[in-house]
């Protein structure tokens, strides 16, 4: 028999799940709950809800927390845009807020702590985005096949 045979057969109870489940969860105590708090005298757990946003990395008094509260304003302002008429849409600057909306949806996700808020705002900018800028390509396109039927229409109205 090859030696490798042989090291995997004697290794084989090593790697049974009874025998090592239970060596893995005596080393971790159970403590009823699935997520345990790393505070070591349970003061996580005696904390109330404002307490806890308070104090955690994405909270109340940090910039995770209020730079997407303030980024929700882009959005609402690129959805009142949807009154406006494609013709007075710039794809400039609606091309910049798709582009910022998408890069910093996936570096949300990419940065410690991972911020679902500001990646929440950022998607839908980009949403918002993109639908702006479909309108004004689908406007330009239609305005394309249009100065010629204008331009006769203009010079029927001169003749008469």
């Known amino acids: 028999m090859p030696a490798t045979t042989t090291l995997f ?3 084989r109870p090593i790697f049974q799940q009874s025998a090592s489940r239970a060596v893995f969860r005596a080393s971790f105590p159970q403590t009823g709950r ?42 609402i302002a690129g959805i009142s ?5 494609a013709d007075k849409l710039s794809l400039t600057q609606n091309g910049a807020l798709t582009a910022t909306g998408l890069i910093w949806t996936r570096w949300c996700f990419v ?5 679902y808020l500001l990646a929440a705002v950022n998607f839908f900018l980009g949403i918002v985005g993109i639908t ?20 006769s229409e203009v010079k029927e109205a001169v003749k008469s």
């Open 9 to 11: 057969r004697a290794a």
């Open 132 to 151: 702006q800028c479909t309108r004004i390509f689908l406007y330009r396109a239609s305005q394309k096949n249009l100065p010629a039927a204008a331009e």
């Open 81 to 85: 845009d949807f009154a406006r008429p």
């Open 111 to 115: 940065i410690t702590p991972q911020n």
């Open 34 to 75: 699935r997520f345990a708090s790393t505070a070591a005298n349970g003061e996580a757990v005696s904390q109330s809800w404002l307490q806890r946003m308070w104090n955690s990395p994405v909270g109340l008094k940090t910039v995770h927390f209020w730079a997407p509260i303030m980024k929700w304003v882009l959005v």
